[in-house]
C-alpha cells in the first residue's frame, strides 16, 4: 500500500470516528453518573434532524445548536422517565431509540414530503491548521479536518481534567460509584445524573449534527444507523476515561475505514470483518477484565 | 373508587390506558401534520382488519414473527435477564434455518422443513449462549454482550448473502428461494397466513402452562422476583435457571427467524428483520410478560405494522409512526405501573428488577 493510501485511510478513519466520539464521550459522562442511556441513538438522529431544521436558516452554527438543543429535549424524557420516575434504564432506552428513529421519521415526511431527498445543505468545508496539516502521514488525517473534529482535541483533556480534579467531576463519579455515600456527602443524586443526561443528550445531538453538517449535507431516516450502539461499546472498550474513549472512538472510525479500503483494493477479505471486528474485541476485553471491574459500580442500577 | 382507578390497578386495563395514551398523542401529532385524520383511519382499518386478506395475510403474518420472539423477550424477563439480542438471535436462527434448507434441497418436507426451524432454534440458543457464558463466567453485563452480538449477528448475515450463500447469478445480495417443499405450509387457501402462526399460539400456551404450573417455571418466576431472596431461600439455583431461561429464549427468537425464512420470505438477505427483536419487547411489556397476552399484543402490533402500511399507501401518512406508536406504549406502561406503585397497588415487577 502506497504512503498516499494510507494517510487516505487514516484521513476517512477520522472522519468516520468524529461523530462516535461526541457521542461516546456523553454516554461517557452518562454512565459515571451511573446511568446506561442505550437509547442513545434515539438522540443522534434527533440530532440530526434538529440540524437539519435549524440549518434552514442558512447557519451551519445554528444547525449544531439546533442538534445539541434536538438532543437535549429527546435526553430530558428519558431522564423524567429514569431518574425521576426510577424506571428501569434498559427498557426506556430502547423506547427512546424507537422513538428517536420513529418521530423523526414521521416529522421528515410530513414536514419534506417527498421532496427530502433533494434537500441539499451546505457544509462545512475542512480546515486544514497551517503547519501541522504539513506533517507526513499522519497531518492530513487529524489536521485537515472540519472544525467540529478540532474541538474533539480539546474537549477530551478537559473532560479528564473535570473528571479528577474538580469536585463536579467527584461529585459526578461519586453518584456513579456509591450514591448513597454521595447523599451522605450532601450531593443530589438525582440533579447529577439529570445533568450528565442532559450533557449526554447535547452531545448525542451534536454526534447527529456533524453528520448532517460536516460529512452528508442532507438528512435521511435512520441515517444514525447504529453509532448510538457503537458509542456504548467505545465507552467499554475505552474504560471509562476520557483518553480511552477518544483511542477507542478511533478504533471503530479505523474499522470502517479499512472496511472502505478492503473493498477498493480488492483484497480477498469480506468487508464485514473489520466492521464486526471492534464489536468482537469489546466482547473479549469484557471477558478479560470480569466484566465490570473498570465500571462504575451503581452502572444501571435503579436508585432506591 | 370509581372506574378509572379500578383500570389503574388491574394488569390488563394499565395496558389499554398506555396503549389510549400512545394512540392519542399519535393521532395529534399526523393532525397537526395536517393529515386527514378520518382518511387515515379509514387506511389503517383497510389495511389492517378491514378484509379476510387484509386480517390473514396482513396483520396475522406480521404478527407471527412478533409472537415467538415476543415470547423470547417475555421469558427472559420473566426470569430478570435483559436479553436484549433477540434481533441477533432472530438473525442467526433465520440464516441457520436458510443453510439447512438449501442443504437439504429435494429432501421430503416433513424432514426439512422440522430441521429448518430446529437449525434456527440452535443457531438462537448458541448466540444467546455466547452473552449467557460471559455472564456467568465472566460477569458481563447481557445487555451490552447481547447488544454486541446484535451487531456480530448482522455483519455475519450481510458476509453469507454476500459471500458463500449468495445466488449464483451473484446479481442481488440474496439466497436462492427454498424449494416448495422445504417452505412451511399456507393454512389457508388464497391467503399468506402460514403453519408459523399456529406454532406461535401453540408455544405461547405452552409457555404459559410452563411458567405458570411446572417446578422450573416457578423457579423461573422466583429468580426474577428477586435473585438473592430466591438463592438465599434454598434449592434454586439461580446461575442454572438464568443460564437456562436465557438459552430458552434464544432458541425461541431464533425459532422466530426459522419461521420468517421458512414461512414468508423463502430466502435471506440483510434486511430480513426490520427490527422485530425490537419491537417484540413492546410486545412482551405491553403483555405484562404473560405469555398469552403476548398472543394478542403480537397481534395488535402485526395489525398497527400492517395497518401502517397501508396509511401510507392509502393517506401518505409516514410508516415511521408505527415505531412511535411502539416506543410510546412502552413509556405508557412504564409510567402508568409508576403510579400504580404510588397508589400502592400489588403487582409483579415490569422486568429489569435487578438483583442488587
Known amino acids: 500500500m502506497s504512503g498516499g493510501a494510507f494517510t487516505a485511510f487514516l484521513e476517512s478513519g477520522v472522519r468516520f470516528a468524529t461523530p462516535l466520539a461526541y457521542a461516546a464521550l456523553g454516554e461517557l459522562v452518562v454512565e459515571r453518573a451511573g446511568v446506561i442511556n442505550i437509547g442513545l441513538e434515539g438522540a443522534i438522529i434527533c440530532g440530526a434532524f434538529g440540524a437539519l431544521i435549524a440549518a434552514g436558516t442558512g447557519s451551519v452554527w445554528l444547525g449544531f445548536a439546533g442538534a445539541a438543543l434536538a438532543g437535549v429535549l429527546l435526553a430530558a424524557i428519558f431522564a423524567f422517565f429514569v431518574v425521576t420516575l426510577k424506571t428501569d434504564q434498559i427498557i426506556t432506552g430502547t423506547a427512546m431509540s424507537m422513538l428517536g428513529l420513529g418521530l423523526t421519521g414521521t416529522l421528515y415526511r410530513t414536514m419534506y414530503g417527498t421532496a427530502g431527498a433533494s434537500l441539499h445543505i451546505a457544509t462545512i468545508a475542512p480546515a486544514p491548521v497551517p503547519g501541522l496539516s504539513a506533517i507526513p502521514v499522519i497531518g492530513r488525517a487529524f489536521f485537515d479536518q472540519p472544525v467540529v473534529t478540532y474541538a474533539l482535541y480539546a474537549i477530551v483533556p478537559a473532560l479528564a481534567w473535570w473528571f479528577y480534579r474538580t469536585t463536579g467531576g467527584l461529585a459526578l463519579r461519586a453518584v456513579g460509584e456509591h450514591p448513597e455515600a454521595a447523599r451522605g456527602a450532601g450531593i443530589s443524586p438525582s440533579r447529577v445524573q439529570w445533568a450528565a443526561l442532559l450533557f449526554g443528550g447535547a452531545m448525542g445531538g451534536i454526534s447527529g449534527g456533524t453528520l448532517v453538517l460536516a460529512q452528508v449535507g442532507t438528512f435521511a431516516e435512520g441515517m444514525s444507523a447504529g453509532r448510538g450502539f457503537i458509542a456504548i461499546a467505545i465507552v467499554v472498550l475505552g474504560r471509562w476515561t476520557p483518553f480511552g474513549v477518544a483511542g477507542a472512538a478511533l478504533l471503530f472510525g479505523a474499522a470502517s475505514a479499512l472496511q472502505t479500503l478492503a473493498q477498493t483494493m480488492g483484497w480477498g477479505m469480506p468487508y464485514q470483518l473489520p466492521l464486526a471486528f471492534p464489536y468482537l474485541l469489546t466482547l473479549v476485553l469484557l471477558a478479560s477484565t470480569r466484566g465490570r471491574t473498570a465500571s462504575p459500580a451503581a452502572l444501571g442500577q435503579r436508585p432506591a | ?356
Not at chain 2, 328 to 350: C, F, K, M
Request: aromatic share 8%; with cysteine.
Open chain 2, 1 to 356: 373508587m370509581n372506574a378509572l382507578a379500578r383500570m389503574v390497578r388491574s394488569q390488563a386495563g394499565a395496558s389499554v390506558i398506555a396503549t389510549l395514551l400512545a394512540l392519542l398523542i399519535v393521532t395529534l401529532v399526523i393532525a397537526a401534520g395536517g393529515y386527514d385524520i378520518g382518511h387515515a383511519a379509514t387506511a389503517l382499518w383497510n389495511g389492517s382488519v378491514g378484509s379476510p386478506y387484509s386480517f390473514f395475510s396482513g396483520t396475522l403474518v406480521r404478527a407471527t414473527p412478533l409472537i415467538i420472539v415476543g415470547l423470547a423477550v417475555a421469558v427472559a424477563f420473566q426470569a430478570g435477564v435483559l436479553n436484549i439480542g433477540a434481533e441477533g438471535q432472530l438473525l442467526a436462527g433465520a440464516a441457520a434455518a436458510m443453510t439447512a434448507g438449501l442443504a437439504m434441497t429435494g429432501w421430503p418436507g416433513w424432514i426439512s422443513v422440522p430441521a429448518e426451524l430446529i437449525a434456527g432454534m440452535l443457531a438462537g440458543a448458541a448466540c444467546a449462549g455466547i452473552a449467557a457464558v460471559l455472564k456467568r463466567s465472566f460477569g458481563v453485563l447481557e445487555v451490552i454482550s447481547t447488544l454486541m452480538l446484535n451487531f456480530v449477528a448482522l455483519y455475519g448475515v450481510s458476509y453469507l448473502v454476500r459471500g458463500p450463500l449468495e445466488e449464483p447469478t451473484h446479481t442481488y445480495p440474496e439466497t436462492l428461494r427454498l424449494a416448495e417443499s422445504a417452505r412451511l405450509p399456507v393454512i389457508i387457501p388464497g391467503q399468506r397466513l402460514h403453519l408459523g402462526f399456529i406454532i406461535a399460539v401453540v408455544l405461547a400456551i405452552a409457555a404459559w402452562w410452563f411458567v405458570r404450573s411446572t417446578a422450573t417455571g416457578f423457579r423461573i418466576r422466583a429468580v426474577g422476583a428477586g435473585a438473592a431472596a430466591a438463592a438465599s431461600a434454598g434449592r434454586v439455583s439461580v446461575d442454572r435457571v438464568v443460564f437456562g431461561t436465557f438459552l430458552a429464549s434464544g432458541a425461541l427468537a431464533g425459532l422466530g427467524g426459522g419461521v420468517q425464512v421458512t414461512g414468508v420470505t423463502y430466502k435471506l438477505f440483510e434486511l430480513i428483520s426490520p427490527g422485530y427483536g425490537y419491537t417484540a419487547i413492546a410486545v412482551a411489556l405491553l403483555a405484562r410478560l404473560n405469555p398469552l397476552a403476548v398472543v394478542v399484543a403480537g397481534i395488535f402490533f402485526g395489525a398497527l405494522e400492517a395497518g401502517g402500511a397501508g396509511m401510507q399507501r392509502d393517506a401518505g401518512v409516514p410508516a415511521g409512526f408505527v415505531y412511535a406508536i411502539e416506543a410510546l406504549v412502552i413509556l405508557g406502561v412504564l409510567a402508568v405501573d409508576r403510579v400504580r406503585t404510588y397508589a400502592g397497588a400489588h403487582s409483579a415487577p415490569v422486568a429489569g428488577e435487578r438483583a442488587a
